[in-house]
């Protein structure tokens, strides 16, 4: 698979850092979608119930861990619990604080974690890294 086909949902707070992955990751031929809350992407409008969608909504998907209304830990257990069909090892945690048990759940969910402040190089070798995963001729869902 072509790395400039990938399909990213970044769920990120601080405006100059979603705008930053947006501007650089597009800039590398990916498609991005940023949230500032998680509550309001169209993929998790209605979170209780089972994904009703036959092909993933993103080929990656990263998130704050501190985020409003819905932190990065519940929202990845969430996408599980409901049948999400992006890749368990393409889903990333970032954050520059987290607690000894959030480091534990980190662990127990096994997705990639980057501490802030992290090289923008790491995550793209990352993605290369996705990409690698994501089978030919995929098919995503339309948002």
């Known amino acids: 698979m072509n790395t400039n086909q990938l399909r990213i949902i970044i769920f990120e707070d601080d405006e100059a850092l979603s705008s930053l992955f947006k ?13 500032s809350d998680p509550t309001v992407c169209p993929v998790l409008k209605n979170y209780k119930a089972k994904c009703p969608q036959k092909h993933p909504c993103a080929d990656v998907v990263i998130s704050d861990i501190n985020m409003p209304n819905m932190d990065g830990l519940e929202l990845l257990r969430i996408l599980k619990s409901r049948g999400c069909k992006a890749l368990d090892a393409n889903r990333a945690l970032m954050s520059a604080d987290t607690s000894n048990e959030q480091r534990e759940a980190v662990k127990k969910i096994g997705c990639k974690f980057f501490v802030k402040p992290f090289k923008l190089n790491d995550v793209k070798r990352w ?17």
């Open 127 to 143: 993605l290369e890294e996705c990409a690698t995963r994501i089978p030919e001729g995929r098919l995503l869902a339309q948002l």
């Open 23 to 35: 501007m650089t990751l597009q800039e590398d031929g990916h498609e991005v979608l940023t949230f």
